[in-house]
């Protein structure tokens, strides 16, 4: 399960994938892999657990070797679905995917649930935009004007009518 692909506008033989890994298994692909031969072979970039792939990526628009990855800790079996858990959050990398750090100032600790991810270049540094499904005290939009060193939550998630626990749906898999 693949949740996002990235092209390295400097060369299209460099791509990254965001991988989710299998559904109803632990192990597997999961973490971001990097290719520099146009897909003939690809590296384990990061890696978290057997548990937690990747779900997102951004690049910094003004420098591709500076990229986010959110992570996603999940385990499907028949009747349930656990989504979220501490293990998940964004991590960045400012040396094309050779190292990762976590980022945590301002964003919610613990079970994160899903991140999308969106960069805008047009000031230096970057500013940097998450969509964090967590639980409802915490989940929402939130952004980084300073290249994901402090986060500030700008806006809040609802939860869908008749439901609480996590924003989107307590239990549901968000496809997309």
């Known amino acids: 399960h693949i949740g996002r692909l ?39 970039s990061l890696t978290i657990s057997a548990d937690t792939g990747a779900n997102d990526l951004a690049f910094d628009p003004k420098n591709p070797d500076v990229l986010y990855a959110s992570a996603y800790q999940r385990r499907r079996a028949v009747g349930q679905l656990i989504g979220g858990g501490p293990e998940g959050g964004i991590y960045k990398t400012t040396n094309a995917g050779r190292t990762w750090t976590k980022l945590s100032k301002g964003l919610p600790a613990g079970d994160t649930g899903r991140i999308a991810l969106a960069t805008d270049g047009r000031k230096s540094p970057a500013t940097v935009f998450a969509l964090i499904n967590a639980q409802l005290k915490e989940a929402g939009f939130y952004r980084s004007d300073d290249a994901g060193a402090s986060w500030s939550r700008i806006g809040h998630m609802q939860p869908p009518a008749g439901r609480a626990g996590r924003a989107g749906g307590a239990g549901r898999e968000d496809r997309g």
């Open 6 to 44: 990235l092209i390295d506008p400097r060369n299209s033989n460099v791509v990254y994938v965001a991988a989710q890994g299998p559904l109803f298994a632990p192990g597997g692909e999961r973490g971001v892999f990097k290719t520099t031969d146009g897909g003939q072979t690809w590296q384990p």
